[in-house]
Structure formats: structure tokens, C-alpha cells
């Protein structure tokens, strides 16, 4: 059930997940949690102190850590790693790529503060390009989290999910969109609204910021449909393809690189269609991370509301 009415979740994303990694634990002892000395910024410290046979602190060593949860995997468990954006991505990428998915173990990678929401961490900690990284992984699974219900729901999803998983999530909250008890589905996206005059196709951070962008343009007499594609591998190539059919018009939003994120995996479904359709990627324009509060970096980067209505309108101009 779609819920959103823009409201903030009460409950951290580091509350919730430390939470709910103790709770897979306790159900699934082949289950392990390994970090990166960031138990305390994202909610398993005092999970670590009571349990160090299920949660393992690898230190500052995340190709190590990689390689550590691939070992785990050969040897029957189900590991769920965790550190930031950058470092669960670029920083041990080879080892994801050979120890994990060419050596056909599944790790479960959570990258957290991604892209603005990294916000004071500064430059070198916006990972801007992560999901194009893990994207080109064969037989990846890459997930952009929405809100609350969400990232609880999928984390307990993926604890027996094949390959490397990859799923990008803040430490902090989105604002609300779906129920508790709303079934979500790996590989489909959801529309969370309708609308025949155009399609924003959005994950992550952007998606509350189009709905509010579909609010906008509804006062300008734009009828904007807004999906969620919170699985961009695997994409959901047949919801491309409807919307294209039935909009002519398709806005892709993310808080990414334009290139090589879900604005790249909807045009090549778009592409592969074979309908005709106006589209425009909309997010960040190959550029390097900053420093700033996220607000501030979302207007730097132009990862607003205004902006994706702004964009949207250009669209149907073109």
C-alpha cells in the first residue's frame, strides 16, 4: 500500500538496520554481519558487544572485508557486509568482482550514505558512481532504498538472494511512501502515481522529491505519473515500455552519476522497446562529490523538486 504523504520516518536508517540484522541473526545462525569500525555510526555496535560470532568488525580493510565474506559464503554462511558508499563500491571493487561473483559466492553489500546524502563527509565519501560499478557486475543485484518499510522488507528479502546484492541506503530517513506490510518485489517497480502526460522514473533520495515535483506540475496543468524503480538491476524492462506507450515521455531521477545509473538502464530498455518516446536522464552531470548539508548539495546539484519539475517541463517542450 502507497502511503506517501511526505512526512519523515521517526526511526533512523542505522536504528532500523542495526535492529533488524540482529533480528536475521537471531532467526538464521548462518547468517553473519561484518563492518568496517562503523558498527557505531550505523546501529550494530551493541549487537557486536553481545554476539561477536555473528557480527565480525574487520577494521578499516574493506577489500579484506569483501574477501572475508566471500570465504564465509564458500563455507555455507550468508554474510550482509556493510560500509560507506564509496568503500563498498570503487574501494574493493575487484574483490567483489572475483571473490564474490565470478567465485559464485552471494554477499549481501549495504553502502550507506549515497551520493548528497553523504553531505559533510566531503567529496571523497559521495559515491556518485556506485550503482554504474556494481551495475556492470554479471549477475548483480542492485537496489536503491525508498523509505523505511522498504529497506526492513528487502533486507530480509535478499538473506538467500544469489550473487552479489547491492543495496544503497542513508544512515539517516527518506521521507514515508509505503505501509509496513506493503509486499515488495525484486526486479518491479511500483507507480506510485498515476499520470498520462509524462513518466518520472525515479529511486532512492529522488523519489520523494518527484512526488513532490509531480505536485508542482500538476498546479501547471502537467499530469505527471512517478514511478519507483527501486530495483535498477534487474530493471523493469515491461513498466519502461508501458509508460513509454502510454505517457510518450519518460524522466529518469537519481541521486548518481547521469551516467551509468538508472537514467543509463532505463534508455537501453527504452532503447530495446523499440517505441518511441522524449526521454531525459536528470541527476548529477559527471561531477565529482562536494562538501556541504544536503540541502545545499541538492540545490548544487540541481536534486530537487523544482528541478526534476523544471526538467520535466523542458522535456515536453523538446
Not at 106 to 125: C, Q
Not at 178 to 185: L, R
Amino acid at each position: 500500500m502507497v502511503i506517501y504523504d511526505g512526512g519523515m520516518n521517526e526511526e533512523l536508517y542505522k536504528s532500523l538496520f542495526g535492529r533488524v540484522i540482529e533480528a536475521i541473526c537471531a532467526e538464521d545462525k548462518d547468517v553473519v554481519y561484518l563492518d568496517c569500525d562503523l558498527m557505531n555510526s550505523f546501529g550494530t555496535h551493541g549487537f557486536w558487544k553481545k554476539n561477536k560470532k555473528q557480527a565480525i568488525n574487520c577494521g578499516i580493510q574493506e577489500a579484506n572485508m569483501m574477501g572475508v565474506a566471500a570465504g564465509l559464503s564458500a563455507g555455507g554462511k550468508k554474510p550482509y557486509v556493510h560500509t560507506f558508499g564509496p568503500f563498498a563500491s570503487r574501494r574493493c571493487y575487484d574483490q567483489a568482482f572475483l571473490s564474490v561473483a565470478y567465485a559464485g559466492n552471494s554477499v549481501r553489500v549495504v553502502g550507506s550514505d549515497p551520493g548528497v546524502t553523504a553531505a559533510y563527509n566531503g567529496g571523497t565519501h559521495m559515491p556518485f558512481e556506485d550503482m554504474a560499478l556494481i551495475r556492470a557486475v554479471p549477475g548483480s543485484t542492485v537496489i536503491d532504498i525508498t523509505d523505511a518499510a522498504m529497506f526492513e522488507s528487502l533486507l530480509r528479502q535478499v538473506k538467500d538472494r544469489q550473487g552479489l546484492t547491492y543495496i544503497r541506503t542513508t544512515r539517516k530517513n527518506y521521507p514515508a511512501v509505503y505501509s509496513a506490510d506493503h509486499n515488495f518485489t525484486i526486479g518491479k517497480g511500483e507507480v506510485l502515481r498515476g499520470g498520462k502526460d509524462i513518466t518520472i522514473i525515479a529511486c532512492g533520495l529522488m523519489v520523494g522529491e518527484s512526488m513532490k515535483a509531480a505536485e508542482l506540475l500538476q498546479q501547471q496543468g502537467v499530469d505527471a505519473r512517478v514511478v519507483d524503480m527501486y530495483t535498477v538491476k534487474p530493471l523493469d524492462a515491461a513498466l519502461v515500455e508501458q509508460c513509454a506507450r502510454e505517457t510518450g515521455a519518460i524522466l529518469t531521477a537519481e541521486n548518481h552519476n547521469v551516467i551509468g545509473g538508472l537514467g543509463d538502464a532505463v534508455g537501453a530498455a527504452l532503447l530495446e522497446s523499440g517505441v518511441p518516446c522524449k526521454m531525459h536522464k536528470h541527476g548529477v552531470n559527471d561531477q565529482f562529490g562536494s562538501v556541504g548539508s544536503q540541502g545545499d548539495l541538492q540545490e548544487h546539484y540541481g536534486l530537487t523538486a523544482e528541478k526534476v519539475a523544471e526538467a520535466a517541463r523542458a522535456l515536453l517542450k523538446r
